[in-house]
């Protein structure tokens, strides 16, 4: 089930703590730190991790000791050769990208033993299957003519980068720990004696607390160094797009982390043969409600006292209230409907006529209601005009169109002189806003926690498709991005449950309204408890899960 019960804390007005520390600059709210125009943020896995692939590399096959002593050399080599102004670490494979011609050659004749050995397979292996990679001159002529390198190559590639894509892991940190020793060594770094005898600490990592404040303390010093620093992306955007290339993208289901998660009571339901079962049970359940309800509705209204010198009151809030029992019974009865985001759609639909149910009830008076029934009447005469427009033009279907203009303007004309008729195209309600009015009826909650949240599976924001519609690539050579989802949704019945409460609030106050009657609806209860014994652990009756009232 949906988590009603934390929708149902509004207070009654206390100092919002939400977004607290956020600035708003026009209709957005920034954190601290997006106050600041000229900060730059450096990614990890789509920029650093790739960067620091030649020593992932270099570890996973000569073990991290001798990668360290590799690495190191390597960087003393370039630090000998190069001028005083580019010394530095040498841990970016871009770094190596800026030698000039004469320096490699340099470089290339000290580079022997271990260190040959170490640079051909690793840097060697990455050049294979990455042509333009920056390293590519500290590869022996030899190595790169005789040696072979199957798909298993670029499985080790991919390892590399997969056992490291968690910055926090072990691996990444000794590979971290590793790019800032380098950097300490060439004198490019100011750091405290006791940072720098913490470094051994890499070896218990992350087992001890005194290790992970290490790492927390590296991490943040690279941050700061490399991202100072580099400033091209080249290397990193010619790797992921290369990759592209040459090896194709991963669907896979070890996508959890990414991947939104709606828990429901339906995922309890073992073995899972038995979930159509248990359909079908809710589904006869569904059919009986309809029944009762709509017997309740018809007893409710019997006792209700209408005006018919002034109907309009009644006329509208008995129409809403049958709004949402038509949804309510739409849903229950069809399981189609029990799945995301149509369930979801719907349930906000409910709840954008419960708002106005509830604000119409206790705010509005006469005018109100009249302007309710204008807006709409009025939004009927505007498509009348833009088939009028049509209609005179020459089209097979300008006979039903013309007869379509007819009726329409005939059922408008029944309740209103067509030209006495204006046409709002603001929101109606004279321009007040769905969220003004939920906070004057006195559920600004069930607007925050309700209505806003599903309007993105309304309007299809980011937060919905990459919930819904898409999967991450799962292939570590590829970065981050997202591959097209087409899963078969599980039922949920988590908004089913909100769609009967919802239903069953809205049929409480309009009871109230009409009999000054405190009704609860049976229909409602009924349901609930039936659904309660299927499970043996009921979906809560969410008492006024969103009302303060
Ligand atoms: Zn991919």
């Given at each position: 089930?949906?988590?009603?019960?934390?929708?149902?804390?509004?207070?009654?007005?206390?100092?919002?703590?939400?977004?607290?520390?956020?600035?708003?600059?026009?209709?957005?709210?920034?954190?601290?730190?997006?106050?600041?125009?000229?900060?730059?943020?450096?990614?990890?896995?789509?920029?650093?991790?790739?960067?620091?692939?030649?020593?992932?590399?270099?570890?996973?096959?000569?073990?991290?000791?001798?990668?360290?002593?590799?690495?190191?050399?390597?960087?003393?080599?370039?630090?000998?050769?190069?001028?005083?102004?580019?010394?530095?670490?040498?841990?970016?494979?871009?770094?190596?990208?800026?030698?000039?011609?004469?320096?490699?050659?340099?470089?290339?004749?000290?580079?022997?033993?271990?260190?040959?050995?170490?640079?051909?397979?690793?840097?060697?292996?990455?050049?294979?299957?990455?042509?333009?990679?920056?390293?590519?001159?500290?590869?022996?002529?030899?190595?790169?003519?005789?040696?072979?390198?199957?798909?298993?190559?670029?499985?080790?590639?991919?390892?590399?980068?997969?056992?490291?894509?968690?910055?926090?892991?072990?691996?990444?940190?000794?590979?971290?720990?590793?790019?800032?020793?380098?950097?300490?060594?060439?004198?490019?770094?100011?750091?405290?004696?006791?940072?720098?005898?913490?470094?051994?600490?890499?070896?218990?990592?992350?087992?001890?607390?005194?290790?992970?404040?290490?790492?927390?303390?590296?991490?943040?010093?690279?941050?700061?160094?490399?991202?100072h620093r580099k400033k091209s992306r080249t290397w990193p955007n010619y790797f992921l797009r290369h990759s592209f290339e040459i090896s194709p993208c991963e669907y896979g289901s070890e996508s959890k982390d990414f991947e939104k998660s709606y828990p429901d009571v339906m995922d309890a339901v073992e073995p899972k043969e038995a979930v159509m079962t248990v359909v079908n049970k809710i589904f006869e359940f569904g059919e009986q409600f309809e029944n009762m309800a709509q017997m309740e509705f018809k007893n409710m209204w019997n006792d209700a006292r209408v005006d018919l010198a002034n109907p309009t009151r009644h006329d509208v809030i008995i129409g809403?209230?049958?709004?949402?029992?038509?949804?309510?019974?739409?849903?229950?009865?069809?399981?189609?409907?029990?799945?995301?985001?149509?369930?979801?759609?719907?349930?906000?639909?409910?709840?954008?006529?419960?708002?106005?149910?509830?604000?119409?009830?206790?705010?509005?008076?006469?005018?109100?209601?009249?302007?309710?029934?204008?807006?709409?009447?009025?939004?009927?005469?505007?498509?009348?005009?833009?088939?009028?427009?049509?209609?005179?033009?020459?089209?097979?279907?300008?006979?039903?169109?013309?007869?379509?203009?007819?009726?329409?303007?005939?059922?408008?004309?029944?309740?209103?002189?067509?030209?006495?008729?204006?046409?709002?195209?603001?929101?109606?309600?004279?321009?007040?806003?769905?969220?003004?009015?939920?906070?004057?009826?006195?559920?600004?909650?069930?607007?925050?926690?309700?209505?806003?949240?599903?309007?993105?599976?309304?309007?299809?924001?980011?937060?919905?498709?990459?919930?819904?519609?898409?999967?991450?690539?799962?292939?570590?050579?590829?970065?981050?991005?997202?591959?097209?989802?087409?899963?078969?949704?599980?039922?949920?019945?988590?908004?089913?449950?909100?769609?009967?409460?919802?239903?069953?609030?809205?049929?409480?106050?309009?009871?109230?309204?009409?009999?000054?009657?405190?009704?609860?609806?049976?229909?409602?209860?009924?349901?609930?408890?039936?659904?309660?014994?299927?499970?043996?652990?009921?979906?809560?009756?969410?008492?006024?899960?969103?009302?303060?009232?």
């Amino acid at each position: 089930m949906s988590d009603k019960k934390s929708r149902n804390t509004q207070s009654k007005k206390p100092k919002s703590e939400v977004l607290k520390g956020h600035k708003k600059v026009g209709t957005k709210y920034l954190p601290p730190f997006m106050t600041y125009p000229k900060l730059e943020t450096i990614s990890w896995g789509q920029d650093m991790l790739l960067e620091f692939l030649w020593l992932a590399l270099l570890s996973d096959q000569r073990g991290y000791r001798v990668a360290v002593q590799n690495a190191i050399k390597l960087s003393d080599i370039m630090n000998t050769v190069v001028e005083e102004s580019r010394k530095r670490g040498f841990n970016l494979a871009s770094d190596f990208d800026e030698a000039l011609q004469g320096e490699r050659d340099e470089v290339m004749s000290k580079i022997d033993g271990g260190l040959r050995k170490s640079l051909d397979s690793c840097v060697g292996l990455i050049t294979k299957f990455y042509p333009e990679f920056p390293m590519k001159w500290l590869v022996s002529e030899k190595w790169m003519k005789e040696a072979s390198v199957g798909l298993d190559g670029l499985e080790q590639i991919k390892n590399a980068i997969r056992t490291r894509r968690d910055r926090t892991s072990k691996l990444a940190m000794e590979c971290q720990v590793l790019a800032f020793v380098m950097e300490g060594n060439a004198g490019k770094l100011t750091v405290n004696s006791e940072i720098a005898r913490d470094l051994n600490l890499v070896s218990e990592y992350p087992e001890s607390d005194e290790s992970r404040k290490m790492a927390a303390q590296v991490r943040a010093a690279l941050n700061a160094l490399l991202g100072h620093r580099k400033k091209s992306r080249t290397w990193p955007n010619y790797f992921l797009r290369h990759s592209f290339e040459i090896s194709p993208c991963e669907y896979g289901s070890e996508s959890k982390d990414f991947e939104k998660s709606y828990p429901d009571v339906m995922d309890a339901v073992e073995p899972k043969e038995a979930v159509m079962t248990v359909v079908n049970k809710i589904f006869e359940f569904g059919e009986q409600f309809e029944n009762m309800a709509q017997m309740e509705f018809k007893n409710m209204w019997n006792d209700a006292r209408v005006d018919l010198a002034n109907p309009t009151r009644h006329d509208v809030i008995i129409g809403l209230l049958a709004r949402n029992l038509q949804l309510v019974c739409d849903v229950v009865q069809n399981p189609g409907l029990w799945i995301m985001p149509i369930s979801a759609i719907i349930v906000r639909c409910m709840i954008e006529t419960q708002i106005r149910l509830a604000w119409l009830i206790k705010c509005g008076n006469d005018t109100d209601f009249k302007d309710y029934i204008e807006y709409g009447l009025g939004q009927e005469k505007l498509y009348v005009e833009h088939l009028k427009r049509l209609s005179v033009e020459d089209r097979l279907d300008k006979k039903q169109i013309i007869e379509d203009i007819e009726g329409r303007e005939k059922w408008i004309s029944a309740q209103r002189s067509t030209f006495l008729l204006a046409v709002d195209i603001g929101g109606g309600n004279k321009g007040k806003d769905l969220r003004v009015m939920a906070d004057e009826a006195g559920i600004l909650d069930m607007h925050r926690l309700g209505y806003s949240p599903l309007s993105s599976a309304v309007h299809g924001h980011w937060n919905t498709i990459a919930g819904l519609n898409l999967t991450p690539c799962l292939n570590p050579l590829h970065g981050r991005h997202w591959l097209p989802a087409l899963p078969k949704r599980p039922i949920s019945l988590s908004f089913l449950f909100d769609a009967v409460n919802c239903y069953s609030e809205c049929f409480e106050l309009v009871s109230l309204s009409f009999t000054c009657k405190e009704i609860e609806s049976k229909a409602v209860q009924s349901y609930l408890e039936q659904i309660r014994e299927v499970f043996n652990s009921p979906p809560e009756r969410n008492e006024g899960s969103y009302s303060t009232t």
